[in-house]
T-cell receptor
């Protein structure tokens, strides 16, 4: 099956610093990638939709200048949390979609645990 | 607004019982619906994917049904085992946009 990786799996950073999270589709080219965040004991909330070579589309309430998304290739999208604060501490999960015939299939990465101290 | 709701939020049952998890969604014009499993601190494991043209999907002890007209899906787990303990998430995609809207999840505990 299709595999999506995320790096790092865990990161601890100090308040005010920036953190980059990578999402890679390892064995397929992703038509679209998505970034979600999940607070403890809550569900996943979509942050943004990322297409290769174009600007990301952010969901309402998500600050595009704080959460920078770069989708440089069909297999790599990055999320940079700029000037991180403790309230940005969360579990960030990416997903990548693949077109299988006429249907889209979405595959999720294992997630990145961000802790801002 | 397109929303997904899961009931109950938590469920605890003895080992061996059959159980049903519920998912409801607004707007019946879905593209597909997926059920996921999430263990504490981990990512998502896809369990079953139902396309809008399908009514159910089965995998082992799991069966997911879809009723678009009523805006509901159920996940049936047969002969539950302690290893089934996890949070189960329902997610819906509308209109081929691919992005998923997740329910709040049902935290399932199977007691030995």
């Amino acid at each position: 099956g299709a595999v999506v990786s995320q790096h790092p799996s865990r990161v601890i950073c100090k308040s005010g610093t920036s953190v980059k999270i990578e999402c890679r589709s390892l064995d397929f080219q992703a038509t679209t990638m998505f970034w979600y965040r999940q607070f403890p004991k809550q569900s996943l909330m979509l942050m943004a939709t990322s297409n290769e070579g174009s600007k990301a589309t952010y969901e309402q309430g998500v600050e595009k200048d704080k959460f920078l998304i770069n989708h440089a290739s069909l297999t790599l999208s990055t999320l940079t949390v700029t000037s991180a604060h403790p309230e940005d501490s969360s579990f960030y999960i990416c997903s990548a979609t693949r077109l299988a015939g006429s249907l889209y299939e979405q595959y999720f990465g294992p997630g990145t645990r961000l802790t801002v101290t | 607004k397109q929303e997904v709701t899961q009931i109950p939020a938590a469920l605890s049952v003895p080992e061996g019982e059959n159980l049903v998890l519920n998912c409801s969604f607004t707007d019946s014009a879905i593209y597909n619906l997926q059920w996921f499993r999430q263990d504490p601190g981990k990512g998502l494991t896809s369990l079953l994917l139902i396309q809008s043209s399908q009514r159910e999907q089965t995998s082992g002890r799991l069966n997911a049904s879809l009723d678009k007209s009523s805006g509901r899906s159920t996940l049936y787990i047969a002969a539950s085992q302690p290893g089934d303990s996890a949070t189960y998430l329902c997610a819906v995609s509308w209109g081929g946009a691919q992005k998923l809207v997740f329910g709040q999840g049902t935290r399932l505990t199977i007691n030995p």
